[in-house]
């Protein structure tokens, strides 16, 4: 039975169509006809009440195995910490809850494996600024990005994409950045037993490769770089000789603009005012931020908007590309997600002058149990 609202929209709809250019019924026309592929259930990017109150009790019982190991009664988890915990396989977590080490992982133990999954994540996100806009690093591989999508973005369609690194260019992009990487990369021991370690920090550039790339628009390109959105690998296909990632589209929730190294007493329930915070999603047209504007973007033909569910298909010749591509989303979805959960970027370090010359990769060595200083 229609409602008022659906008479309502019936007369504004004849009101365009009576007075609408050819330009404007085309567009119109376009977008009602165009069906992009959905998810009917999305992934979840924060976990459901149920899932959340399993993770909350096996992080307390791992802030007490912890307090206990290291002495210190009031020792509490920081909310990048929480954050970690939040998106890592349940499995795991299970496991580290029940026996303080972190299943494929040579010792150090879980406490101080979340503290370099921390500083991963503030690395990951500083990398990815300082890479924002600068795509062409080696340029028959960005180029091989762009013609995989046949010049296009993946996500809207628009024209002259940017071949945009899914893992930072910089993460290795000199020995430096490799040594700091290499200190950092055990953490990913925390999201599974997964090749990262050899694709990203044994060598140089090891990933500055197509398969560590998305076409994307200059304009989605920034949001990237700021962790506005994130793609969910949905698994490989494999179809007339091609080898096919589903991607999973997701805008990510507008941040806390607490400090994601501020601690979380987890006995007054903060871990759950965590995600009940997070009630504001970028993607939204309607809602406008009181310095950005709107965070939203449509796709260059259909003018409908792109949202969190939508399904994209990246080919690829190979399997072992199709696989490496699959490693690199995997990651940066658990690092973005973490991230997103845990709140907003800590104030930066004073008289911080330390230049990459000067580096010293046992400086990231923490003591078990404490964050350092420059913590995320």
Known sequence: ???????????????????????????????????????????????????????????????????????????????????????????????????????????????????????????????????????????????????????????????????????????????????????????????????????????????????????VSPQLHVWWAQGRWAVKCLGITPVNNQHVLRLEFHWMPQRSQLPRGREIDLDKDEGEQMLKELTTWNGDPNVTLEDHGVIAISDARSHQSLRSGQIFEVRHSTNDDAEKMKDMIDLQWYLILACNLAGAADPPELEDDESDEDFDPNTLEIEPGFRRKMGC
């Not at 893992?167 to 999201?191: C, D, W, Y």
């Open 1 to 215: 039975m229609a409602t008022q609202v659906d008479e309502d929209l019936r007369q504004e709809l004849e009101s365009f169509w009576q007075s609408a250019s050819p330009q404007d019924r085309e567009d119109l026309t376009r977008f009602l006809a165009t069906k992009p592929p959905m998810n009917a259930t999305p992934s979840s990017v924060i976990p459901p009440t149920e899932e959340a109150q399993i993770r909350l009790d096996l992080a307390r019982k791992l802030q007490n195995s912890t307090r206990e190991l290291i002495g210190v009664p009031s020792w509490k988890f920081s909310a990048s910490h929480l954050g970690v915990i939040f998106v890592m396989p349940l499995d795991i977590l299970k496991q580290i809850a029940h026996t303080g080490r972190v299943p494929h992982s040579i010792p150090p133990g879980a406490d101080t494996q979340l503290q370099r999954a921390s500083d991963l994540i503030k690395e990951f996100l500083d990398a990815r600024t300082y890479d924002d806009g600068k795509d062409d690093r080696d340029k028959p591989e960005a180029d091989k990005c762009r013609e995989r999508e046949n010049g296009a973005c993946l996500f809207t369609g628009m024209a002259d994409p940017h071949a945009c690194h899914i893992m930072p260019f910089s993460f290795n992009s000199n020995l430096q950045n490799k040594r700091r990487l290499g200190v950092l990369i055990s953490a990913t021991s925390l999201f599974g037993n997964r090749p990262w370690v050899d694709l990203l920090a044994v060598k140089v550039r090891s990933s500055d490769f197509a398969w560590n790339m998305l076409a």
